[in-house]
């Protein structure tokens, strides 16, 4: 599917969720939004995850890109959502700038540590300072959308449409890039580093590339999470929730981008029927449907319908021709 095509997708897509929206409960529209916000912090673990890197410090993008929308206001006076949301993902996304020289010289296990103890330390930094709340975190001041207020019935679903607005457009752009030729690099990077290095690209530019998208995508998820939930706190960078986000990634898989959007929704599906109906045991009923995927779809839920279609797209395999029968006269 060309650039084109995809964005004629991407915008179907939008309408179809936005008429949906309009029609939803609060209680869906909240649920839906959290989702999406979620299903961008996972889609940058995909990124990463395609691009030969190993992540369980994507929470600390998550809370930058959280943290700097809520603090927006009282600093400069922002209100606007939109602004606020560009802001938190820019300013997460620098931060994996900052860090991803240091990272791409490290694979595996090594840079996987290297994420986690980079967003506990900064779990420990938010815990401990009074000016950002301490453990208990900080309110969201209520945003604003092109001047006008965001309050009464209409709050959720304007928030829901900005956040499914984003969610269109940053899928749209991971899998434009995914097909170009940066995106073919960080694939062939995740399988033979070397390999590519020989051939005169390379690996860890294309690993630092990867590490920087998945900040930008885990800064907008946050930023977004903050503005709909109105309260940011440190546990957005803890250890549990970077897991959960590799959790839903290993649930969707790495070859379709909207399979981590569908693994989201399900996940926070299960997770809210769960609490209702089984609050002590909804653990294990998220584990077992994991161990499920994982033993009957190893490559994720985005391998339900891509291998299909690639089936679907391949040329028909060609019929050989049977050899020329000899003649009466020819030679034995």
Known sequence: MDAKRSLLVAAGAALLLAAAGSLAPKWLLFLVTLAFSHGLAVLG???????????????????IGAYAAALLPEALGVQDALLRTVVGTLAAGLAALVFAPLLARYRGIFFAMLTLALSMVLFGLLSKSS???GSDGIPVPRPTLFGAELAGEGAEWWLFLLTMVCTVLAGWAVAVYWRSAAGLLALATRGNALR????????????????????LLGGLGGALTALALGHVEPNFTNWTTSGEFVFVAVL?????????????????????????????????????FLLLVILFRPAGLGSL???????????????PTPPAAPSAGAAP
């Open 45 to 63: 673990v995909v990124v990463l995850t395609r691009g030969g890197g190993a992540t369980f410090g994507q929470g600390m993008f998550f809370a």
């Open 131 to 133: 000016a950002l709340g």
């Open 196 to 215: 590519v290095e020989y051939l005169g690209a390379s690996a860890r530019a294309s690993l630092a590339t990867s590490f920087v998208l998945s900040g």
């Open 252 to 288: 969707a898989g790495y070859q379709s981008v909207a399979a981590v959007f569908v693994a989201s929704l399900l996940l926070e599906i299960v997770r809210s029927f769960s609490n209702l109906y089984f609050p002590n045991t909804w653990q294990l009923v998220l584990g077992s």
């Open 305 to 319: 319908w891509v291998g299909r279609w690639r089936k679907r797209r391949a040329p028909p395999a060609a019929v």
